[in-house]
C-alpha cells in the first residue's frame, strides 16, 4: 500500500524560503513521478509542479520541485502572504493503478 | 481557456444514487484522460477515479469500486461519474480534472440519514 507522508504545517516569514517534504512508504518515489497542488481552502486544487520539477505556464519560478532518494519536495522562495494555503504532493503508484495524494501540508505565513 | 463545469451534486440518503456530470470546453477532450477527486469537509484530497482517452481503461480508488463508476462522452465533451450505494463516508466536493491538471470548481455529494 503506498502511502505519502507529509508534515501536517509549515510557516514562514515574507521574504522567506520553505521546503516541504513528500516521502513513501516503501521508499519506491525514486520511481515515481510526483506532481505538486496548491489549495486555497474553498477553491480547486491548482497544479504547481508535475513530473517531479516542471512548472506549468503562469506557475511563478518561486516554485521549484525535487526529488532525491526516498523523498520528494517542495520549495517556495521568496514567501508572500498570498502562498498561504494547503499543499499537496501526488503520485501514480502503478502496481496499484491509482494516484495517490500525500496527507496535505497547511502553510502559514507569519 | 480550459474550463471544466461539474453538475448533479445533492443531498441523498445513504443507498441512494447520483450521476455526477463534468462538461469541458477550451481543449480536444478526446486527448485527455479525465479524472475525478474528492475532498471530504475538513480533510484532504482524495483521488476517485479516472479514464483513458477513448474510454478503453478506467481505475477507481479501492473504496469505491463495484459502486462508483466513470464514463465519457467524447461527442459531448463530458465526463460523468455514477454513484451507487452511496456511504456517507462519500460525503465530498467532487471535482473534475483535466487529466490530473486543471480542476473545475466542483459539486458538492451530501449522504445524510
Given amino acids: ?110 | 481557456e480550459v474550463q471544466l463545469v461539474e453538475s448533479g451534486g445533492d443531498l441523498v440518503q445513504p443507498g441512494g444514487s447520483l450521476t455526477l456530470s463534468c462538461a469541458a470546453s477550451g481543449f480536444t477532450f478526446s486527448n485527455y484522460w479525465m479524472s475525478w477527486v474528492r475532498q471530504a469537509p475538513g480533510k484532504g484530497l482524495e483521488w476517485v477515479a479516472n479514464i483513458k482517452e477513448d474510454g478503453s481503461e478506467k481505475y477507481y480508488v479501492d473504496s469505491v469500486k463495484g459502486r462508483f463508476t466513470i464514463s465519457r462522452d467524447n461527442a459531448k465533451n463530458s465526463v460523468y461519474l455514477q454513484m451507487n450505494s452511496l456511504r456517507v463516508e462519500d460525503t465530498a466536493v467532487y471535482f473534475c480534472g483535466r487529466g490530473m491538471g486543471v480542476w473545475g470548481h466542483g459539486t458538492t455529494v451530501t449522504v445524510f440519514s
Avoid at chain 1, 516569514?13 to 521546503?19: K, L, M, N
Avoid at chain 1, 516521502?23 to 491548482?46: F, H, L, M
Avoid at chain 1, 493503478?97 to 501540508?105: E, H, L
Fill in chain 1, 1 to 110: 500500500q503506498s502511502v505519502l507522508t507529509q508534515p501536517p504545517s509549515a510557516s514562514g516569514t515574507p521574504g522567506q524560503r520553505v521546503t516541504i517534504s513528500c516521502s513513501e512508504s516503501s521508499s519506491n518515489i525514486g520511481r515515481k513521478s510526483v506532481n505538486w497542488y496548491q489549495q486555497v481552502p474553498g477553491t480547486a486544487p491548482k497544479l504547481l509542479i508535475h513530473t517531479n520539477n516542471q512548472r506549468p505556464s503562469g506557475v511563478p519560478d518561486r516554485f521549484s520541485g525535487s526529488k532525491s532518494g526516498t523523498s520528494a519536495s517542495l520549495a517556495i522562495s521568496g514567501l508572500q502572504s498570498e502562498d498561504e494555503a494547503d499543499y499537496y504532493c501526488a503520485a501514480w503508484d502503478d502496481s496499484l493503478k491509482a494516484w495517490v495524494f500525500g496527507g496535505g501540508t497547511k502553510l502559514t505565513v507569519l
